[in-house]
């Protein structure tokens, strides 16, 4: 499934995964969400819980990736490359050129489903 990401600073696509915690992301859309710095690695977001059945103990987050921190409950999309973290599932995958997050600010973001033709 592709999403988008519209933000005033830009527009974002991406692929999410074929998991549970995707799927139950995905059910939210179009959602808007407050995109915050953390770290000078991620920009997150709090979507609300989600489902984490099925998912691996943690993962190794990429520049690009969008993954669920199950122990705080928050979205993230990585435009640095980070640690193995226990509780993090990956959601999917930005399309392009994610470090351009790093010079945006505090941002609300539409994220909708992309139709497919």
């Known amino acids: 499934m592709r999403i988008r990401i519209i933000t005033a600073d830009g527009t974002f696509t991406a692929i999410l995964e074929d998991n549970e915690t995707a799927r139950d992301f995905a ?10 710095d953390y770290n000078r690695t991620e920009k997150v977001a709090d979507p609300g819980r989600l489902t984490i059945a099925g998912a691996p103990e943690g993962a190794d987050p990429a520049v690009g990736d969008i993954a669920y921190f199950a122990p ?25 050129n994610a470090e ?18």
């Open 27 to 36: 059910s939210l859309l179009p959602i808007e969400l407050t995109l915050s």
């Open 72 to 96: 705080w409950g928050n979205l993230a999309i990585y435009y640095r490359d980070f640690a193995y973290s226990p509780g993090l599932v990956r959601l999917g995958r930005l399309d392009g």
């Open 100 to 117: 351009a997050l790093a010079g945006m600010g505090a941002a609300t973001a539409r994220v909708e489903i992309i139709p497919e033709n």
